[in-house]
Each structure stands twice: as C-alpha cells, then as structure tokens.
C-alpha cells in the first residue's frame, strides 16, 4: 500500500514528505524512506529506532492524527505518518 | 536579608500620591511564596477591608480606585543561577474584561530589574487625576508626569524613559490600548514581552499609569549559597540534557507546535469550525525559521532562549525589526481568522506590541467577527469599511490599530468577543470562558484542557494547567486526548504546581526539564525555608484555592465553570477527533471532589485544612 511519511522541526533536513510503499507495518514504512534517503538512509533510521530496533519513545508519531502510544491503528492506502522529534512550547 | 526577598513592598495611592514601603510578612512568604501567591493574598486583604467599609465585591469597577494593581516577584526573581529566573506576575482584583480576577505573567529583564532597584513588589492603588509614570532607581521612587508620553506607543514611551536613566534599566508600559480602555489592553515591557492577558493593561490604564521604570544595584542575597551553586549546577544540567529545553524551544520557539497540534486535529480553525487546516504548514514553526527568522533572543537569566527575532523584509506587511510572533498569536491571528500569510501575521503581532494588545483576545475578536458576519449577524454597513470575513490578511492587519484606537468598527473589538457576540445576537460564537477568549488547543481532541479552561480561575486559559503536555507532547507521559479517564487529577497537579512556578517566579517551560522536587531544592536554598515536594505542592494548592475564593466573592462559581455551546455540543466534524464533544460535567464531577470544592467553592474543611487565608 502507498502511504506518506511527514517530518517536522529537526526531522525535515531529510525532507519534508515522503510517499511509500509498504507492506503495511510502520517499521516497514519507515525503511521505505530510509531506503530512498540513500546514504542518508541510516542516519535517518537512528532519528526513528533505537539501538534494540524498536522505534524510539522519544518520537512523537501519529497515524492519521492518532498518537501510536495512545492506539496503534492500521495503516490503510493513503495514510498519513507524522514524526516530530520532542517538542513543546505554550 | 538572604532569603531571596528585597524585603520591600511599594505600595502608591495614585489619588492623594501618597508612598509607604511595608515588609514582606514572612509568615505569608511561608504559606504563599511570593509573584502571584503574595499578590493574591494581598488581593484578598483588600477584599476583606473593602467588605468591612460596606464596598461588596461585585461592585466594585475594574476602572475604578477600588481595583488594585500589583507588579509581584518571587524570592526567585533575578537570582543569578535560578533557571530562567527572569519573569514577573501582574494581578488585580477586577478584569474589565471578565469581571474575575485579573491575572498575567511577563519574562523580558523587568521582574528582576524590580529587584535590582530594591523592591519585590509594587501595588497601585486608587487613581491618578492626570496621567503619571513611576521612576524606581536604587530604592527611591518618583512620581513624575506621563503629560508628554501620554498617547505614545509601547517602544517610543520605552526608549524615551530608558534614555532618562540610561543603559541599565527597564520599562513595563501600557500603549494606546491601555489609556484607550480597550478590555483587553496589554502591559508591555522591554518592548516585545507581555503581561498579556485579562485587561492588565487598561487597569493601569484606568490609574492614568503609563509605566513604570525601574533600575538598580542592589542584588537579592540567598540563604543558603552553597547549597544553592549545586543544585543550581543540576538543575541547569537537566534544563541543557533535556530535548525540548536544550533543542526544541531555542532552535524553532514556540511556533513549533502548529503543525504537532494542527496534526493532532486540534488547531483550531475558522472561529473553532473545525480543528485540522491543511495549509497549516504555511503558518508553522518550521515556516516561521526558514523564512522570517534573524536571530534568538533569550529573557533575563535564561538558558532556554524561545524568543525569536523576525523580520519580513518586503511587501505589504513589511516589518524589519521585530519580536515574535509565539505559536498562540501565530494561531489567533492566523489560524483562528483563517489568515495563512505569515507575512501579515506577523506584523499584526508587531501592531499589538506597539500599541499593547494581548494577541489571543485580539485574534479570537476577530474571528468571532468574521464568524458572525459570515452568519449574517453583523452587516456591512455596521463594519463601517472594515471586511472582516476568514482569510482577509489586510481587514485582520487593520482591526488590530482601529481596536487600540476604537476607530469605527475597533470599538466594538475592543469589548472583546463575548461582549461582541453579545451585541450582535449570537453570544455562542463567542469562544470564549468567563469572558476571557480561549487559546490554541481544541479540547474535543484533548479533553484535559477542557477541564483546565473551564476550571481556570481567571478564565479560558491554558497556561493555568498545561495538560496539553501529556495530552500530545507525551511530558512526563503520554495520556490519551480523547478520553476523560484520570484528567481531573492531572488538572489539579498541573495547576497546583503552576501556581508554585508562578510565586517563585519563573518560566514555565522550565517544568519540562524539571520537577517539583527540583523547585523545592532550589527555593530551600533560597530562602532557607525547609520545602520538600509535598510542601511545595501544598503551598500551590493554597494559592488556587485562595484565589478561588476571591473569584467566589466576585460571582462565579461552579455555574460558570463550563465552555462554549460548540465544545459541549457540536462534534468534532473532521480529523482524528471527529465526532468527539468534550464531556464536562464527567470531568468537573471528579475535579471537585478531588479539590474538596461544592458548586465550585471550596468548602470550610478545605479551607481550614489548606489553613486560607
């Protein structure tokens, strides 16, 4: 399925927007991008994973708005990732 | 004294121009800090003295002499070493635009400049019969007249009174807006920072008060300052470690937060139409950086440095030197009016630092305008020229100065939306809580804030109890938005221990890297009072609930604890909270009973156990 992966704040030095395909798991998504990145590629991959391969708990990443450490939703065709790094403000 | 405090309170009657200088009462420093907590007990006095001579609180005239203004810093404030130590708290009995208590919060070199000329508050009672400034050098204080700065903007009365005394001083001044009486007139100082919300500026204003300037070189002596150089070392550690202190907020501010909140469906947009705008990216943080951005500016004593220096360098909206715009005044100028040209906001956000606006009132009238034009309520010949409707960048530009000049359609902007939407037949479009205009986060996505704006003593406010932190940030957790489960307790922590941060007085965003335990570390240092966490925790309690009580006496209780129809009973229409109204009634259920409060008051066992006043 196509999906597109958003990057904001620190995040967009990889770009802005990245569409995809993926099998329909969010690593799997995230690799895509990586993949395209070329030798930017594992720099990227250390922003979204840690060392143990699970993504980072530091990330703010939504599916379609809905924060993945409130519910993990299915991607479907067209959904859209968003990652920030830690932000905040007021 | 080393404990922080100058162990000096101004106090001015304007009326018969009268100076006494009474101590800080370190029984009451125990109990309530200082900054906002010492203000608000001294509100309280007045209240109490007030309702002996036979004057009752709902009577008493926001521009009246009986309101009282105070200018309040903490044992904190221009503590070299004390993170972000730079900021000062403003009260006042009666906002004229929500009839509550008035109450704002400013960074900026102010709050500690106060300190430096000798003193940790001043207090403006009564009024002045023609217009005045206050000059507080080393300890002495003038009284002088404002004749010939009265009707001047914020940076001209700035650089014409720092000039009389020279480099090392500051100003905090009202601009038209204030001598205007516009409801929701601002208190600028050091020309970019603001005492922003609930009308501080048309209180001081009503006094005939133009500013005040202060400057020294005295310095607060701490109790304990070896003690204090080590957890001073930590705590400014965590500040640098920590991804939004040390990153996040220095590199892009607070602009940021649009396109995370926009993302999370709760930007609100249109007048709170809807909560996800795809254009938001045009308006963001990320936007703001590339384009506008020359340089970071940092208030006294911080290490943060969230404030942006910006320019837009050509065009209609050309503005070569300025300050901001934060993600609050980027959302109420654009976002909210349906503006998308960062260009014109900023230099809207410019206007109301020239003539002193709190930007989010201003915004949000504006777009309730837009709404009720749109709606038919207000027709063209009323707008006088003025074409309010969503996404007009040059009638958004201009309703900023024709409401600091209440020139033709400004002088309905300037009663603020409730009183706007009033006049003109449909008071739900006015967003608006106790009359005080709501900020960025919609709550039918994030059902915490909900409850925080409805329980907000001095009305709709975030900043009261920001659990938008782990509602979407994910700081010091991640909770769900979309559920009520758990939110009044978070509520009460988050406002209880912002009452601490703003007695201390320092910047809020410090509490991203740091905890209550931290405070209690470095206010025990210096002051030498013993403050653990729990203590500290109790003292902010005491703190909400004695300004609860004020706002009892003032009129509102629990009837007034609520939100705009649209929040209760429109659902969300798109975005990941589609669907979603903010359950309220669930929530302040829960919240009461945790606060020990019946009807929104709190009750005499709470009052004698938190030992009020």
């Known amino acids: 399925m196509r999906v597109r992966v958003e990057l904001f704040a620190t995040l967009r030095r990889f770009g802005k927007s990245f569409e995809v395909e993926c099998t329909g798991d969010l690593k799997d998504a995230f690799l895509a991008v990586a993949k395209e990145l070329r030798d930017k590629g594992d720099e990227f991959l250390k922003e979204i994973f840690d060392e143990d391969g699970n993504i980072r708990k530091d990330r703010i990443i939504m599916i379609d708005g809905r924060n993945i450490k409130d519910e993990l939703i299915e991607l479907r065709e067209g959904s859209r990732i968003t990652v920030f790094p830690p932000i905040a403000g007021g | 004294m080393a404990n922080g405090y100058m162990d000096r309170i101004l106090i001015v009657n304007l009326s018969d121009e009268s100076i006494r200088i009474e101590k800080i009462n370190l029984d009451i420093a125990r109990k309530y800090l200082g900054g906002k907590g010492y203000a608000t007990y001294l509100l309280y006095r007045y209240l109490e003295r007030y309702e002996k001579e036979g004057k009752y609180p709902k009577d008493i005239d926001p521009f009246g002499e009986e309101n009282v203004l105070i200018f309040a810093t903490g044992p904190a404030t221009g503590v070299s070493g004390f993170p972000e130590a730079g900021r000062y708290h403003v009260m006042a009995l009666k906002s004229p635009l929500t009839g509550s208590v008035a109450s704002a919060n400013s960074g900026g070199k102010w709050g500690p400049y106060l300190k430096f000329a000798g003193f940790d508050m001043v207090v403006l009672e009564g009024k002045a019969d023609d217009p005045v400034y206050l000059e507080i050098v080393d300890g002495s204080i003038e009284i002088r007249s404002a004749r010939d700065i009265w009707g001047l903007n914020t940076f001209d009365t700035t650089r014409i009174l720092s000039k009389k005394i020279g480099d090392k001083c500051s100003v905090a001044c009202i601009g038209p807006a204030g001598e205007n009486l516009v409801y929701y007139a601002c208190i600028i100082n050091d020309e970019h920072r603001a005492a922003g919300r609930t009308g501080v500026g048309a209180v001081m204003g009503s006094k005939k008060v133009k500013a005040i300037v202060v400057s020294g070189d005295k310095r607060p002596e701490i ?139 201003m915004g949000s009238t504006i777009a309730c305008a837009m709404e009720l034009r749109e709606k038919g309520y207000i027709s063209d010949e009323e707008l006088q020229g003025l074409d309010l409707k969503f996404g007009n960048s040059a009638a958004m530009v201009e309703a900023v100065w024709r409401t600091a000049y209440k020139a033709g359609f400004g002088k309905y902007l300037a009663l603020g939306s409730k009183r706007l939407a009033e006049m003109f037949g449909n008071p739900d479009l006015s967003m608006s809580v106790k009359s005080l205009e709501l900020p960025a986060y919609d709550p039918r996505g994030a059902k915490g804030i909900g409850l925080v704006y409805a329980t907000a003593n001095r009305g709709g406010c975030h900043v009261t109890g920001y659990t938008i932190s782990p509602e979407i940030l994910g700081v010091p957790e991640k909770i769900d938005p979309l559920t009520t489960e758990g939110k009044a307790k978070w509520a009460k922590i988050f406002q209880d221990f912002t009452c601490v941060v703003n007695s201390t007085v320092n910047c809020l965003f410090s509490t991203f890297a740091l905890g209550v335990e931290d405070y209690a ?50 659902p969300m229409p798109d975005g990941v909270a589609k669907g979603h109204v903010v359950e309220l009634e669930k929530m302040k259920e829960e919240y009461y009973k945790l606060r020990g409060w019946v009807n929104g008051r709190p009750t005499e066992e709470k009052l004698k156990e938190l030992d009020i006043p």
Not at chain 2, 313 to 342: D, H, R
Not at chain 2, 539 to 560: Q, S
């Open chain 2, 223 to 361: 109790a304990k300052p070896d003690e204090f150089r080590e957890k001073s070392k930590k705590a400014i550690e965590k500040i640098k470690n920590n991804p939004v202190t040390g990153e996040g907020l220095p590199r892009y501010g607070t602009a940021i937060l649009v396109n995370i909140i926009n993302n999370a469906g709760i930007l609100p947009y249109k007048n709170w139409q809807t909560g996800y705008n795809k254009d938001a990216d045009k308006i963001s943080g990320e936007t703001l950086t590339e384009k506008y951005l020359r340089k970071r500016i940092a208030c006294w004593g911080c290490l943060i440095g969230c404030g942006r220096g910006t320019e837009v360098k050509e065009g209609c909206f050309q503005i070569l030197n300025t300050e901001g715009p934060e993600y609050e005044s980027i959302w109420a100028l654009g976002n909210s009016t349906g503006v998308m040209e960062l260009d014109a906001i900023i230099k809207a956000n410019h206007l109301c630092d020239e003539l002193g606006l709190d930007t989010i009132s």
């Open chain 2, 521 to 570: 570390e470095l206010l025990s240092a210096v002051t030498g009072f013993d403050l653990d966490a729990d203590s500290l925790m109790k003292i902010g309690e005491r703190i909400y609930n004695l300004e609860r009580l004020i706002i009892n006496k003032l009129g509102f209780d629990g009837k007034d604890d609520t939100l705009p129809k649209r929040l209760l009973q429109e």
